[in-house]
């Protein structure tokens, strides 16, 4: 990617953020995305999740990667390790997971049955499918109907990005990206 191809896609980000649900939310600086510098031993198409410092990397030729900021799962919930993205999604749908219901009745007993794809749906407007070994991992990189939880540890263990970042993810992956959650 060069500076203008860039810079014209984060000036289409900051549009996408003044439309949805979300618009009176602007992320510090620190959680847009951002091209920056990364080790030349990261394999170029891939994605890399530092949890800890709340960043996702799409990593590009030469040694750069588009950084986004996220949000992650909280203590004892997150995902670690490597998966493929098996599986995207528009507008996708959602239900919590049998141990989410188990955990937390009162907050998602209700949604049981599901919850259709749309701006209230808690994935958000795109959904990247993480698989291990052709296996559902029920883990995602999705979008947010919270937007302020990106750059905390509060989810029940997927990657969250702001709608607008995670649609432009959504168009630059396929499917078959590997991820790697550090």
Not at 40 to 51: L, N
Not at 53 to 59: D, G, K, Q, V
Request: net charge positive.
């Amino acid at each position: 990617m060069d500076r203008r191809t860039f810079l014209m896609s984060t000036a289409g980000l900051g549009g996408a953020l003044a439309t949805g649900s979300a618009a009176a939310y602007e992320p510090a600086a620190n959680l847009r995305p951002t091209l920056v510098q990364v080790r030349a031993d990261f394999t170029p198409g891939s994605i890399v999740v530092v949890p800890k410092a709340h960043y996702l990397y799409w990593i590009q030729e030469g040694g750069t990667a588009m950084r986004y900021g996220v949000g992650v799962g909280r203590a004892g919930l997150e995902f670690q390790g490597d998966a493929v993205i098996a599986r995207k999604a528009k507008w996708p749908n959602w239900r919590p997971t049998d141990e989410m219901i188990a955990r937390e009745p009162q907050t998602y007993a209700r949604f049981a049955e599901g919850v259709p794809g749309g701006p209230e749906n808690p994935l958000g407007s795109r959904a990247l499918y993480l698989y291990q070994g052709g296996v559902d991992t029920y883990y995602r990189i999705h979008g947010t109907t919270q937007p302020r939880s990106i750059g905390r540890s509060v989810s029940n263990g997927c990657i969250r990005m702001i709608n607008a970042h995670v649609e432009d993810l959504y168009d630059r992956v396929p499917v078959g990206t590997r991820v790697t959650v550090l």
